[in-house]
């Protein structure tokens, strides 16, 4: 075993002999190159840890590091293990640390198939399929950087939705790396990363629409035009106002027609109770029923299992075609429900028990404003600010709030004037009083008629 000073001239003097041999540093201690009978040459570093265990790792490939490189990497390496640090066992861990295509499987096999919903599952394994294991997959979980996932969401900025599903796939992805050890805590690259803004991509089905959807499933009821359960399948989510996937698993042992309830063990959102209304509750006891099938909406084909999604977006596509309706997705029949319950003035916690909605910003965005009652609440903000300009316009005549939906068939009641019979407390000269600091006023609007017309 010769020792030499390593130089670029000495290793390229070292020939191949019929087995490995080395030539070790006399500047560095350990330091030192080997030789193969192949010819190829590596330069390694021989120590001892601070526990006696002796390690030998390679540093790298002459020609892929020069001398110097090589003789620095031993230099650090050696100054790591009189700190008490093993570089060769921290290399080896390196090394043998999972890819992401690792995590990916680890997460859908050890989480995603025991804690979430099979459709979840599935949009999981696109998502990773389609645009994880593509972009990341080959690189070490504990390599991945918030530039990396910045870098991915900017990819696939022109599917905002997609792009949003698979941040958060990642999120939860490398929420789990930390508790099994592939990451230190609080590291996760997701972090401060922004998801897109979604537009709402579901059409509202308007009430014109609305007639002439029910009165197609009128005349398919009876005139045999559609399956009846496809007809029963519709009118239970728009009554439900709920997911198709609710109405299509729906068994007949959920449902309590004395009670007047149906009790959902397994939805998205957990367990979830909705009470029947009257329509609910005669479209459930009138309903068709394959004597040993558990399924309120069974398949068309094999009465043992459930109305398939494929059958039923077929179906709605038909009945839509044939009503002369345009397109609209089934969640649009939910978005329609969700509305219906929202202008009928029930209470927002009400709302969200009947829509089985967690958050309210999720209830919300199911809402679609009606345009006559918007466009009439700002006729009346104008006719405010009118006034303000003009105190001495006359009084503003607008529709009454009954003419924006139907007609009513009784005469037309004359025109109201509507003032205030009396002045305001705490009103004096267009002021009223502060509520922060006593005896400071505010401006205020002037007081100002308007009159109702009454409906046509």
Partial sequence: MAKIKLTKTAVDAATPRDHDYELRDTTVPGF?????????????????????????????????????????????????VRQGNDPSAEKSAARAAPTMKQLCEKFIEEYSKLHNKPNTVEGNELNIKNHIVPRLGQMKVHEVTRADISTLMTALSDRPIIANRTLACLRKMFNL???????????????HVQKYAEKGSTRFITDDEMRKLFTYLDAAERDGLEHPFLILAIRLQFEFAARMSEVLSLEWSWIDLE?????????????????????????????????????????????????????????WRRVLKRAGIPHVGTHGIRHRAATDIANSGVPLKVGMALTAHKT?????????????????????????????????????????????????????????????????????????????????????FRSFSIRWASAP
């Fill in 360 to 444: 309210v910003a999720m209830f919300m965005r199911y809402i679609h404003n009606e345009d006559d009652p918007v466009r009439l609440a700002a006729d009346v903000v104008a006719a405010r600010r009118r006034l303000v300009v003009t105190p001495n316009a006359p009084a503003i005549i607008l529709p009454a709030p009954e003419a924006v939906e139907a007609a009513p068939s009784k005469a037309p009641e004359p025109a109201k004037e509507v003032r205030p019979s009396a002045p305001l407390t705490g009103l004096e000269d267009g002021k009223y009083p502060s509520r922060t600091k006593v005896g400071t006023t505010r401006p205020c």
């Fill in 32 to 80: 030192m190159v080997k030789v193969t009978p192949a010819g190829r040459k590596i330069f390694m570093l021989q120590y001892q840890t601070n526990s006696g265990v002796r390690r030998k790792p390679a540093i790298g490939r002459f020609g892929e590091l020069t001398v110097e490189q090589a003789r620095k990497i031993a230099q650090d390496w050696l100054a790591e």
């Fill in 177 to 191: 790396s930390e508790i099994w050890g592939y990451r230190p805590d609080g590291s996760n690259p997701c972090r």
């Fill in 259 to 315: 009670q007047r309830r149906v009790t959902w063990p397994d939805s998205k959102t957990g367990d979830m109770i909705k009470p029947l209304s009257d329509e609910g509750h005669h479209l459930l006891s009138e309903a068709p029923r394959f004597e040993d099938s558990p399924f309120v909406c069974p398949s068309i084909f094999d009465p043992d299992k459930s109305m398939t999604v494929n059958t039923y977006h077929h179906g």
